[in-house]
């Protein structure tokens, strides 16, 4: 089965700052998430895919086609769910008429049909019974599941998120990542974030950028096996640590080359990010 | 494509149409109409009583126009599949329905103040015996079609201001268009005054009270123009379509829309020239 991304050498420069740097990667469905510091090249590479953005060199395919061709770009469009990291909603606009404002740029010209796919959306993010308010009488979190509600429209096959959980309650980030995994059962999603709890939770595959370039490209819990050993508890922070902080209940958790006699526990995603972060797992790195 | 285009009008008429700022503006004429004087009526009705609704309209629309840059919205418009120039095109299409609205307002406040005479007529209703001129069907239709010319103003405006310094720009020709009507209007017309959206061409010449021995008269009105208000018509509608020409060409220049902006450039050029061609002449009361 083709891929429905794929890039070869990918590569994104600002003037004389290169963003990203030879970018290579197929995704199928499933979620894939991206994890990596501010700068690392996330968003970039995530607008790439969303369309809003050429990239500088290399050669990209999106659900079949080149964006660089206007003409193909359309097509990829159409098929597309984009939740770009600024949400730029227009605030007075109701929810119900900023999705079908962007239903209608979606090409869903059938006014009822759109209509009835507004709400359908709408009622898939929980905001069915606010969908009359203006955007600016919104919190953050339902602003959020409106940015998300127009992306879910027409069922996209290729669902780009950028930051999608931003803001989310843990209420709203648990339904959220039951909607994205119910999505993506049968379709791509794309999704950058800080958060690596959102990856552990949701991700079928993580790809860890770094300084505009893939440091590691494998599951979330081969991620997590990186730190394997590498995690411990003390009462007392150990100076040989690459990070540690003290948990709730009064001890230091610890990341890094423990000492002989450490008290060892389960690594998360986290710790084999952080790992990756400090050069410690460098030679494990994909 | 089309269809987005006019379901996206839809929407954006509707909110220019629900803007309460529109409405204090229509109710502001009513109030107009309401209060003048026989003598003024018939300035309202034929399109003057539009000025402020529309410029109201011109900087709703512009600031509508601007939306997507104002709440950085654009990284995800430029994402979907039909562009900024079905959003540019919607506007417009909201800027004929707001004339829709301004036309059946227009309608009431005729129903209000029905002139007596009809439709296009005259009618002695002054104790000195002073004609006064009604509108004709015409003349009734240029106000919400100059709001339509001044609305669509606006999203141009709106479309190639780089920066809100620019802002001005967007109130200057619409107070210049207010100013220059209350300036000129009771002086006979001349070639340049086609080109104003309100130059509805009501007045040349001197009005017919304005006889030797009546009183100061102010105004110079000889009454009503009966063939160019059709030109007039025309004339802003070929503007309407040129300005929302000259807003697509901000985002799209290929040959379909530089030869839709060429005919419609000719067709304003046309239609204001042949204005001050076939207009009537005025003929002073008791000349000859």
């Given amino acids: ?93 109701s929810a119900f008429d900023f999705v079908d404002y962007v239903a209608i740029l979606k090409e869903h010209v059938d006014r009822r049909a759109r209509h009835d796919e507004v709400r359908r959306v709408l009622d898939e993010v929980d905001l ?71 990856v552990e939770a949701l991700c079928d595959r993580v790809v860890v950028l770094h300084d505009g370039a893939v440091v590691f490209d494998a599951t979330p819990a081969e991620l997590a096996a990186l730190a394997a050993g590498r995690v411990w508890v003390a009462d007392l922070a150990d100076d040989g640590a690459h990070v540690s902080w003290r948990t709730g209940e009064g001890r230091y958790r610890m990341v890094g080359e423990p000492p002989p006699d450490a008290d060892l526990i389960a690594p998360t995603v986290q710790d084999g990010y952080l790992l990756l972060g400090g050069g410690i797992a460098e030679g494990s790195a994909a | 494509m089309i269809a987005a285009e006019v379901q996206l009008g839809r929407l954006e008429g509707g909110r220019v149409a629900r803007n309460p700022l529109v409405w204090l503006a229509l109710a502001l004429t009513a109030l107009w109409v309401h209060v003048a004087e026989p003598v003024d009526l018939y300035h309202l009705l034929a399109g003057y009583g539009m000025v402020l609704p529309a410029f109201v309209t011109m900087v709703v629309l512009g600031l509508a126009t601007r939306r997507s840059r104002r709440t950085g919205a654009e990284e995800l418009l430029d994402t979907l599949p039909a562009g900024p120039v079905v959003r540019t095109v919607a506007l417009g299409t909201a800027a ?45 239709l240029q106000g919400p079609m100059a709001l339509v010319v001044v609305g669509v103003l606006g999203v141009a405006l709106a479309s190639w201001m780089p920066t809100w310094v620019f802002a001005p720009a967007l109130v200057l020709p619409a107070m210049a268009q207010i100013l220059w009507f209350g300036i000129w209007n009771g002086e006979e017309l001349g070639a340049a005054s086609w080109w104003w959206p309100w130059s509805t061409g009501w007045v040349h010449g001197e009005w017919v009270g304005c006889v030797d021995g009546a009183p100061t008269c102010s105004l110079q ?68």
């Fill in chain 1, 128 to 198: 069915g019974d606010v969908r009359s308010k203006a955007i600016r009488k919104l919190s953050g979190g339902m602003r959020r599941r409106v940015a998300l509600a127009q992306a879910l429209l027409g069922d996209p096959p290729l669902l780009v998120l950028d930051e999608p959980t931003v803001g989310l309650d843990p209420e709203q980030r648990v339904r959220f990542r039951q909607l994205v995994s119910r999505h993506a059962e049968r379709r791509c999603v794309v999704l950058s974030t800080h958060v690596t709890e959102d």
């Fill in chain 2, 221 to 288: 009105v000889s009454g009503f123009d009966g063939v160019t208000p059709w030109w007039h018509l025309g004339y802003l509608v070929a503007l309407a379509v040129l300005l929302l020409m000259i807003a697509v060409l901000r985002h799209r220049r290929d040959r379909t829309t530089w030869n839709a902006f060429g005919l419609s450039v000719a067709a304003v050029v046309a239609l204001a020239a042949a204005q001050a061609v076939v207009y009537e002449r005025f003929v002073p009361v008791g000349a000859g």
């Fill in chain 2, 96 to 140: 004929c329905t707001t004339g829709i609205v301004a036309l059946t307002v227009t309608v009431a406040l005729l129903a209000y103040r029905w002139p007596s005479a009809g439709l296009g007529t005259t009618d002695d209703t002054l104790p000195s015996g002073i004609d006064l001129p009604s509108p004709n069907l015409a003349q009734l």
């Fill in chain 1, 1 to 93: 089965m083709d891929p429905i991304v794929s890039t070869r050498g990918l590569a994104k420069d600002y003037g004389r700052s290169p963003a990203l740097r030879s970018i290579d990667l197929e995704l199928g469905p499933g979620i894939t998430g991206f994890l990596g510091p501010n700068g690392a090249g996330k968003t970039t590479l995530l607008r790439i895919l969303a369309t809003a953005l050429e990239p500088s060199a290399g050669s990209v395919r999106i659900l079949g086609h080149d964006p660089t061709d206007p003409r193909a770009r359309i097509e990829i469009r159409r098929r597309l769910g984009y939740v770009p990291q600024e949400l730029g909603l227009y605030a007075t606009f």
